[in-house]
């Protein structure tokens, strides 16, 4: 129950830290991708920084919850960042939800109750996981985030920023399982700084923030929440799947279970197109009535 609470309140922090950083990052020139000179004019912005902090937060409680749960219990819940990123972006824009972004709530909500409720994964050690298997799992993960970064780089506008957003959420998942294997080694009564997943988790994480700012820098969060938001918990169940050995219920469990995971993909496609998840369409309706902006509108000044 704690690791539940925990990843809830992480979800939380992250879609704070997603809508301040989204808010800085959405001035800065497409030229400045991937670069470092980016990071230096982000960093001088509050809201940003303001946004690390709290991105920090989650990720230290997003840690714990993971260490004293199951990676395939608890990591469905970040999909609850999207509802929760829908409304700081409506309280920070002053505007109100829509028939269609409560319905949108409601179908995640069913959805991931009926996930998690009928999966309700047991067993699994990630610490007697053998290093092959480590490696192949790595292996795997990391070329699919590679592809996704090359697309994304190719890419221009909102097909960048999607892009890069599937491949920030399966990065992130890929860290989270290695932190699950932090926590099970030091379980066992190794060492934090003799285990090698610590190591691969200051490589891994660092990436993926640099992926997340890019995603957030590319388009609108209507364009890079979606995929970010449904990857991380997705790569994070197969690991814990796949390569820790948990075992989900089966049977009528086990389509109940993809019923939900239907339902929750369903609620987040159709709060993604939520207009309040452009803040440049949300300041335009704060004026006095022009027509709404397109998602691509605020890379093209």
Same mark, same amino acid.
């Given at each position: 129950?704690?690791?539940?609470?925990?990843?809830?309140?992480?979800?939380?922090?992250?879609?704070?830290?997603?809508?301040?950083?989204?808010?800085?990052?959405?001035?800065?020139?497409?030229?400045?991708?991937?670069?470092?000179?980016?990071?230096?004019?982000?960093?001088?912005?509050?809201?940003?920084?303001?946004?690390?902090l709290?991105?920090?937060?989650?990720?230290?409680?997003?840690?714990?919850?993971?260490?004293?749960?199951?990676?395939?219990?608890?990591?469905?819940?970040?999909v609850?960042?999207?509802?929760?990123?829908?409304?700081?972006?409506?309280?920070?824009?002053?505007?109100?939800?829509?028939?269609?972004?409560?319905?949108?709530?409601?179908?995640?909500?069913?959805?991931?109750?009926?996930?998690?409720?009928?999966? *309700?994964?047991?067993?699994?050690?990630?610490?007697?996981?053998?290093?092959?298997?480590?490696?192949?799992?790595?292996?795997?993960?990391?070329?699919?985030?590679?592809?996704? %970064?090359?697309?994304?780089?190719?890419?221009?506008?909102?097909?960048?920023?999607?892009?890069?957003?599937?491949?920030?959420?399966a990065?992130?998942?890929?860290? *989270? *399982?290695?932190?699950?294997?932090?926590?099970?080694?030091?379980?066992?009564?190794?060492?934090?700084?003799?285990?090698?997943?610590?190591?691969?988790?200051?490589?891994?994480?660092?990436?993926?923030?640099?992926?997340?700012q890019?995603?957030?820098?590319?388009?609108?969060?209507?364009?890079?929440?979606?995929?970010?938001?449904?990857?991380?918990?997705? %790569?994070?169940?197969? &690991?814990?799947?796949?390569?820790?050995?948990?075992?989900?219920?089966?049977? &009528?469990?086990?389509?109940?279970?993809?019923?939900?995971?239907?339902?929750?993909?369903a609620?987040?496609?159709?709060?993604?197109?939520?207009?309040?998840?452009?803040?440049?369409?949300?300041?335009?309706?704060?004026?006095?009535?022009?027509?709404?902006? *397109?998602?691509?509108?605020d890379?093209?000044?």
């Amino acid at each position: 129950m704690l690791g539940v609470v925990l990843m809830i309140v992480a979800a939380g922090l992250n879609a704070l830290a997603s809508v301040l950083q989204r808010r800085a990052a959405r001035d800065e020139p497409e030229s400045r991708s991937f670069s470092l000179r980016m990071f230096l004019d982000l960093v001088r912005r509050p809201a940003w920084v303001l946004g690390i902090l709290s991105m920090l937060t989650g990720f230290l409680l997003h840690a714990v919850s993971i260490s004293v749960s199951r990676i395939a219990l608890v990591q469905p819940l970040l999909v609850v960042e999207l509802p929760f990123t829908l409304l700081l972006a409506s309280w920070m824009f002053t505007l109100h939800l829509g028939r269609r972004d409560w319905t949108a709530v409601v179908l995640q909500t069913v959805g991931l109750g009926a996930l998690v409720g009928c999966l *309700s994964p047991t067993g699994g050690d990630p610490g007697a996981v053998p290093v092959s298997t480590w490696a192949w799992g790595i292996g795997l993960t990391a070329g699919g985030v590679l592809i996704l %970064v090359l697309l994304g780089y190719r890419a221009r506008h909102e097909h960048r920023a999607a892009f890069l957003g599937v491949a920030t959420g399966a990065a992130f998942g890929l860290n *989270s *399982s290695l932190i699950a294997g932090v926590g099970a080694s030091v379980g066992h009564g190794g060492s934090l700084f003799t285990t090698w997943q610590t190591y691969a988790v200051a490589v891994v994480g660092p990436a993926s923030f640099f992926l997340l700012q890019n995603a957030l820098e590319g388009g609108s969060l209507v364009a890079s929440q979606p995929g970010f938001t449904l990857t991380n918990p997705a %790569v994070s169940v197969a &690991w814990g799947l796949a390569v820790f050995n948990e075992q989900g219920r089966t049977g &009528w469990f086990l389509v109940g279970a993809i019923a939900g995971a239907l339902l929750v993909g369903a609620g987040t496609v159709l709060l993604a197109r939520s207009p309040l998840l452009d803040p440049d369409a949300s300041n335009e309706d704060e004026g006095s009535g022009a027509a709404r902006s *397109s998602p691509v509108a605020d890379r093209r000044r």
